[in-house]
């Protein structure tokens, strides 16, 4: 820009056609700003949103103008002092969330101006030019913080000018992708890769179903360019790049899928099993599912099924279920294992693993999906998730979806959505009641409803007008994509309905919810309805050892999934909110640690919950979709648990220590936004 | 302050309005806030003086507000909204054993009580009715244009309709034929039937003190509920006494001691005013913040002094500035989307280049789709002006009523 060019005089901001110019406009935006930001400062607290909205203002008329960002970064060191984020959820810096950042920036209203001048305030804390005792993030922390906003926001690091881009950044796009030019100017791309392959590779480890976030970061990643990039780095992206695309040397020189079917017809035998065993270990490797699989599985199932367990990736166990049901098998592959639909295949594979198929039930279900006629909504739903237009059915993704979730009962995740519980039932029933599963799924596709009985009546998800969710987030897999809805109403009918009793609804609303597998005992540390007090901690800890611990519980292991709630915080140890997680497992990891093995619905790579609480996801024998905790670490995030009082062991016996020990985490932890009794 | 050490009486502010708690806190003016309950959190959490307060409810415990208020050392309660006037009535006649004066700002609730009143006083007012129903409307509708002795063939004259109890613009339409009123909905009943009155309209805002003028600001409309400036341009201006003189016989019909009002005239070109309407509560339009940039004093401050009896009269001659001696216009242009869906804020550059452009808080809609409007809604954002000449500060809002500063990427819905 011609910022040089306008400096000196004093120039009324108008050049020789009568248009302002770029400079001049921002010099008078920039005058405007400090006359704002002034005001601002010398209002009182009760006062600043009256001063607020000019600053928002002009802060929006500088990111749109050229030249306009570096300006307003030039007064970001003031902004935390003058109040601008004064009464909103921005106004701790230390508390800021990096996942939450994406959101707000492509949102509409005020927010994503409100949300860009806390990244220049972050970025002013980062490069040193706020006083130490003027904000309450360090320096450190302002760095992270903005690399890890960085990894998350890549398609704004390195925008591809596809129209699906265009779309998804949101209104602000434009100035969206001038921030984050300044962030990686000033904190700079070194760290990165790195980082963001971290992220991959923690997500791939817990095998999400719904792989579309993945493969974004995966394509993302590869924008990154070379020269920013350690080789050791870019080997280990490369590993998932392939997958996602084209694992075999034959479909990365076909990468056409018709051209690259035409080229298989061709192959012979031992050709067509050198591609299949390929496919298999990429997948087996990483999760991800090339759209070249589901072509090569096609072919296979027609021209040399004997291949299809080594297409799949099928150990002993799986090839003696897809002997058993062979037929089955082909239809399915058939109807749903499509290039839209290829993570279906890693589904498949599972379920054959588990020899779901075997089970009537299952078998007859999926068989009804097939030919299901589908309410017109559920129908568009499906569709309207698609990448693009490519003939395939809802009933295809309907029954690839089934498979995926039955096949990996762990990979369900929540999406960006508050519907834990629901991605928790899913998963629950997805290992245990299959059955169950696909006739609500049927249910909710044809009828547009779901039924669930509670303390002797039946509700109807159709009569119940919202649940927690206002708007369902679509980035969900097929099955979550139409439970969830039902689910969710469902939910909160119910803790509705014990809204007013004296304890915690969960107690009654779990086991009605979730289905006769989980126990009726149920312990909370909140001694109120409104759950502001914790009471009588120690007895809900011993009580979780009497129950969970094998040293006090006189050896019951875990037989169906746990519902249990959590209070999460985040990497200081501030309290964030509840959450709910399902406890899968106790037992000692390869290290010879106790731990307790749980899914997590919300699916999230690098998790920290703080004070060294930093739940893990592979490498302490946990089962691909299991996160694991040492066990007395889980035990200081853990509020409410269910327990069957007839399988309690010897409370009395846990040592004081352990007991003490736990509650000063809570205490220091959590704990600090609750008051104690 | 100019009180000089005087405890001033504390004064209540009803309604929840930042602005005006500022404006007395800023000046050192105790204050206490009423408010209604949702707005407790805010209060508590900035230790703000207040009183929680339904004041959509009226039942037996009404009285209740004012013993809180005398309780608490309140002498005087001033209205921020139009739906708190009959409170504060309610509160200062208790406070001043005055039954009567509540009665008073009932009329201020009540558009035809109001009209009829102006009129028992030899106040010029249109034609007017009440009307319970459509059938009314109708009957009213041709009788005026049967009095203007209208053809059938001729252009009917239209009639105005507005609601007894809202404030400024809400709900206000137009009846220009009988499809007019075939669409009007049950729940707008009954309201205020009036005449269309000739000339150009405008607002003044009246700081009454012992029942004397103490600042006659007149505000311009250059279209009403779209467009208007502080002070008005020199044509108008130069019509002051007039203006004044209608003032004083509203204030003398209405029996209005102290506080503002906010009366609407309409002004023909051989002086005649014709009175539209009059408020008791801070008016709408952004006008109060136009009179404090035009004049340089908080009209918040000044409504307050001028409500309290004990002001003393150097104390409102120290603050209130000489009506004739204005810094600058300051106007200010309310913008509503023209299409149904809106997606984008266009700001044109030439605008913020202008230099009587000031600001603007025209931001992009959370939803895109616009809210259907009955008579006239709340304006999406304003875009503020200020300069020293009232002709070019008309031209700038006339130039800019014209610019659709909400649009669409999509391509408009029809």
Same mark, same amino acid.
């Given at each position: ?6 400096? /000196? ?8 056609? /009568? ?40 802060? #929006? ?24 984020? %004064? ?21 509409? /209203? ?52 596809? #129209? ?31 980082? *963001? ?37 870019? %080997?280990?992206?490369? *590993? ?86 062979? %037929? ?110 696909? %006739? ?238 | ?7 001033? @009486? ?12 500022? =404006? ?11 408010? @209604? ?32 208020? &005398? ?110 009123? =075939? ?47 502080? @002070? ?30 906010? @009366? ?137 009523? &014209? ?9 408009? =819905?029809?």
């Amino acid at each position: 820009m011609s910022g040089s060019t306008t400096e /000196g005089g004093a120039s009324l901001g108008r050049d020789a056609g /009568g248009e302002p110019s770029a400079a001049s406009v921002v010099e008078r935006l920039l005058s405007r700003l400090d006359a704002a930001l002034e005001h601002l400062a010398e209002a009182k607290p009760f006062a600043k949103s009256i001063y607020q909205t000019d600053v928002f203002q002009i802060a #929006e008329a500088l990111m749109n103008a050229e030249g306009g960002l570096d300006a307003l970064y030039s007064r970001a060191h003031r902004f935390d002092a003058a109040g601008v984020f %004064e009464g909103g959820p921005w106004l701790d810096a230390s508390k800021l969330q990096p996942p939450l950042v994406e959101g707000s920036l492509k949102a509409r /209203g005020v927010y994503p101006v409100v949300e860009t001048l806390s990244e220049l305030r972050v970025l002013a804390i980062a490069r040193g030019r706020v006083e130490a005792g003027a904000t309450t993030m360090s320096r450190e922390d302002a760095v992270e913080f903005l690399q890890d906003v960085m990894a998350l926001n890549l398609e704004f690091i390195f925008p591809a000018d596809t #129209e699906e881009e265009r779309i998804s950044g949101g209104p602000h796009r434009a100035s969206n992708i001038r921030l984050f030019g300044l962030i990686a100017r000033e904190i700079g791309l070194r760290s990165l890769l790195a980082d *963001v392959v971290d992220e991959i590779e923690q997500i791939s480890a817990q095998r999400p179903i719904n792989c579309a976030r993945l493969t974004r970061m995966v394509d993302m990643a590869t924008r990154i360019p070379a020269d920013a990039v350690e080789p050791a780095v870019a %080997e280990r992206l490369q *590993v998932f790049a392939s997958a996602a695309h084209a694992p075999t040397p034959l479909s990365v020189e076909l990468s056409d899928l018709a051209a690259y079917r035409q080229a298989l017809k061709d192959c012979d035998a031992a050709k067509l099993d050198a591609e299949a065993r390929m496919f298999a270990d990429s997948i087996n490797e990483t999760g991800l599912v090339a759209p070249h699989h589901a072509v090569l599985v096609r072919r296979v199932c027609a021209q040399a099924p004997e291949l299809l367990g080594v297409a799949l990736g099928l150990g002993a166990q799986g090839r003696a279920e897809l002997e058993a049901q062979q %037929e089955l098998v082909l239809r399915l592959c058939k109807v749903a294992i499509l290039p839209a639909t290829a993570q279906a295949i890693y589904g498949l594979a599972g379920v054959l693993k588990r020899a779901m198929l075997s089970r009537s039930e299952v078998a007859a279900g999926l068989q009804r999906l097939v030919s299901l006629d589908l309410q017109s909504d559920v129908r568009r739903t499906l569709l309207a998730r698609r990448a693009h237009r490519d003939g395939v059915t809802a009933n295809a993704l309907l029954v690839a979806g089934a498979l995926s979730v039955l096949g990996r009962p762990l990979g369900v995740g929540q999406g960006n959505n508050p519907t834990c519980q629901a991605a928790r039932g899913i998963s629950l029933w997805s290992q245990h009641a299959p059955g169950y599963l696909l %006739e609500m799924l049927i249910s909710a596709a044809r009828d547009g409803l779901v039924e669930k009985d509670f303390e002797g009546e039946r509700l109807k998800s159709s009569d119940i007008e919202h649940g927690l969710v206002l708007r369902l987030d679509t980035d969900l897999d097929p099955v979550s994509l139409v439970l969830v809805p039902h689910l969710d109403r469902l939910y909160s009918l119910m803790m509705k309905r014990v809204a007013t009793r004296s304890e915690d609804g969960h107690k009654w609303v779990n086991p009605a919810f979730y289905g006769r597998w989980v126990p009726h005992g149920f312990a909370s540390v909140f001694a109120d309805v409104a759950q502001t007090t914790v009471a009588e901690h120690d007895d809900f800890v011993r009580r979780f050892y009497a129950t969970h611990h094998p040293a006090y519980n006189e050896g019951h292991d875990l037989m169906y999934p746990n519902p249990v709630g959590l209070c999460i915080t985040n990497a200081r140890g501030d309290y964030l909110g509840p959450h709910a997680v399902s406890l899968l497992r106790v037992g000692e990891d390869p290290h010879g640690a106790l731990r307790v093995y749980f899914f997590n619905p919300n699916n999230e790579g690098r998790q920290d919950w703080g004070h060294g609480v930093r739940p893990s996801i592979r490498g302490n024998g946990e089962s691909e979709g299991e996160s694991s905790l040492p066990f007395h670490q889980m035990v200081t995030r853990l509020y409410a648990f269910h327990y069957n009082p007839y399988e309690e062991g010897d409370a009395f016996a846990v040592p004081p220590e352990t007991l003490q020990e736990v509650e000063q985490a809570a205490r220091g932890s959590w704990g600090r936004a609750f008051s104690w009794r | 302050m100019s009180n000089n050490g005087k405890q001033a @009486p504390r004064t209540a502010l009803l309604g929840f309005c930042i602005p005006a708690m500022e =404006a007395l806190d800023k000046v050192g003016r105790p204050f206490l806030a009423v408010v @209604p309950p949702e707005f407790e959190a805010y209060m508590q959490e900035h230790d703000i003086a207040h009183v929680l307060w339904d004041f959509s409810r009226v039942n037996e415990t009404s009285m209740q507000l004012s013993k809180t208020l &005398q309780e608490r050392g309140v002498e005087v309660a001033v209205p921020l909204f139009e739906e708190t006037v009959e409170w504060a009535g309610a509160v200062n006649g208790f406070l001043r054993d005055d039954p009567r004066l509540f009665t008073r700002y009932l009329l201020f609730r009540d558009k035809a009580m109001m009209k009829r009143r102006a009129q028992m006083y030899g106040i010029r007012v249109g034609v007017f009715e009440e009307a319970d129903n459509r059938e009314d409307v109708s009957r009213f509708f041709k009788r005026v244009n049967k009095a203007l002795s209208k053809l059938d063939s001729d252009v009917a004259d239209p009639v105005h309709l507005k609601p007894l109890a809202a404030a400024g613009c809400v709900g206000h339409r137009f009846i220009r034929s009988e499809q007019d009123i =075939a669409v009007l909905q049950d729940d707008e009943f009954p309201c205020l039937l009036e005449t269309h009155l000739d000339g150009q309209e405008f607002s003044c805002e009246v700081f009454i003190h012992d029942s004397k003028i103490r600042f006659l600001n007149i505000t311009e409309y250059v279209h009403l509920g779209h467009s208007n400036f502080v @002070p008005a341009s020199p044509s108008l201006e130069e019509r002051r006494p007039y203006v004044r003189k209608a003032v004083e016989e509203l204030i003398d019909a209405f029996g209005i001691q102290y506080g503002m009002i906010h @009366p609407e005239f309409f002004i023909t070109s051989d002086n005649k005013i014709n009175f539209g309407e009059v408020a008791a509560r801070v008016p709408g339009g952004h006008i109060f913040e136009l009179i404090e940039k035009a004049y340089g004093f908080s009209p918040f401050v000044a409504f307050a002094m001028c409500s309290d009896p004990a002001t003393t009269d150097e104390e409102l001659a120290a603050y209130l500035p000489d009506e004739r001696q204005h810094k600058d216009y300051a106007g200010c242009l309310m913008v509503y989307p023209r299409q149904k869906i809106v997606t984008r804020v266009d700001v044109p550059d030439r605008l913020i280049a202008d230099d009587y452009y000031e600001k603007h808080a025209l931001f992009q809609p959370v939803t895109p789709k616009v809210a259907e409007r009955a008579g006239f809604g709340d304006h999406y954002g304003t875009v503020y002006f200020r300069g020293d000449n009232s002709a070019r500060m008309r031209d700038l809002l006339l130039e800019y009523e &014209q610019v659709d500063f909400y649009t669409s990427d999509a391509p408009a =819905a029809s």
